[in-house]
């Protein structure tokens, strides 16, 4: 079984130029989390997903970042313009049995 | 208030030694608790989970839940070079996942 792919792995772009994260998750995994990750600290909840709809983005800057999950399987995660303090890693989960499963993260540097 | 505070470490350990990891948290009317192991650059993975207080073991680990201190810890017996990584408790209710700040553990061989 696939797991959780996210891409891209890694972004370095320069501060006010706009980037966009994608997520597969596992198939059959209706929601789906998009979390930040700062170094040294654990993630952070940005956005959760039921199927298409979003339950949860209280702590998702809406002035800057959007999401999206059309169809209620991949998502995109946009950062627009981007500001030297998001850079961080965004990991994308989707939920199975009680368990979180994450992709393996994208790590984004502004310049 | 944080819904789960971890002893941020960071730990470094000699090959074979026991290795306690500590989280408290904030009380909720349903919760079960996970530890998520994080390699370098790699996303977290599903370590062990306990619904109730009390031990649960899986082979060289221990997850332990004190409800009425509202205390989690992970032992790690016998610990290898491998469990190098950082350790992140997990407090779950319903669909709301809440992460500790993770502890960073190194095994000297």
């Known amino acids: 079984e696939a797991g959780v792919v996210q891409s891209p792995r890694y972004k370095i772009i320069e501060k006010k130029q706009p980037v966009a994260f994608w997520c597969n998750p596992i198939s059959g995994h209706n929601t789906l989390y998009w979390y930040l990750q700062n170094l040294g600290q654990g993630p952070e909840l940005l956005i959760r997903y039921e199927n298409e709809e979003a339950v949860d983005d209280s702590q998702l800057p809406k002035d800057r970042f959007s999401a999206e999950r059309l169809k209620g399987v991949d998502s995109t995660l946009k950062i627009q313009p981007a500001e030297l303090g998001d850079s961080a890693v965004y990991l994308c989960a989707s939920k199975g049995g009680g368990e979180l499963f994450f992709g393996e993260g994208s790590r984004l540097t502004v310049l | 208030q944080k819904e789960v505070e971890q002893d941020p470490g960071p730990l470094s350990v000699p090959e074979g030694a026991i290795v306690s990891l500590n989280c408290t948290y904030s009380?909720?009317?349903?919760?079960?608790f996970m530890w998520y192991r994080q390699y370098s650059r790699k996303g977290p993975e599903l370590l062990m989970y306990t619904y109730s207080s009390g031990n649960k073991e899986d082979g060289r680990f221990t997850a332990q839940v004190d409800k009425s201190s509202k205390y989690i810890s992970l032992f790690i017996r016998d610990s290898q070079p491998s469990d190098s990584a950082t350790y992140l408790c997990?407090?779950?209710?319903?669909?709301?996942?809440?992460f500790g700040t993770g502890t960073s553990l190194t095994v000297i061989p």
């Open positions: 997990a407090k779950v209710t319903g669909n709301q996942f809440y």
């Open positions: 009380n909720s009317a349903f919760q079960y």
